[in-house]
């Protein structure tokens, strides 16, 4: 293993801050690259800009396993348009690892070893400016919303799904793309997070928010690593 270099932003050793293993400490590896461009992105530097080390698979995974936790997270940018992820994953998951990869769910598993898919398809909320941004719009559009795609990660394994909530009216967008999905989901599984890069953006989000979960079923899911760090690289 280990002779395919990937371009990796940073790996580090945090507090897993959203979804279901919120609160159980976890490696990051954070890939560099992604194929799309959100307005709100909290990674520029894994998208807009990325960049990153280059780090054979063998080095990656010494980097990631020596801390005391079997809870690895492959991140982005987009972890799955890496190249050497689906190496990558395997290798950890053959050293016992938990592997969570959480991804925009633009690209299909493909086979890929994986104990928790964390699936946070984008809302038009997250599309980039029309007028500076134009072809990176039109490509953004085009990915973000892929049913197919989606299902395809529903079926093979086990998942959440996350989305970032900016307004009320958010939410009728998620129950529309809930609907074209066509299956009968938990709504337990369903995360709404409010979207925010400040513990003071989140906490202004969070009183309607949690009472739209209320009436709706949806788990609302804070950010803890938001709460504990503030918006900074290795948290
Ligand atoms: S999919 Fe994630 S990493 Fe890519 S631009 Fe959107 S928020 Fe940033």
Redesign the pocket.
Known sequence: MGELPMLISEIFYSIQGEGGLTGVPSVFIRTAG?????A?????Y???QPEGKPLTIDEIVAEATKHPTQHVVL????PMVAPGIADLARELKLLGRHVTI???A?IAPDGIACDLASL?P?LLN?APDPLKHAAWRRK?EAL?WQPDVVRAWLDAGPWQLKF?VAQPADVEEIEEMLAQLRRDLPRHQVLLMPEGTTAAALRARAPWLSELCKQRGFRYAHRLQIELYGNTRGT
């Open positions: 992604c194929n799309l461009r959100c709100w992105c909290d990674t520029p894994a998208s807009w991140t982005g940018g987009e959480e991804t925009a633009t946070s984008k997250s953004h973000r970032v």
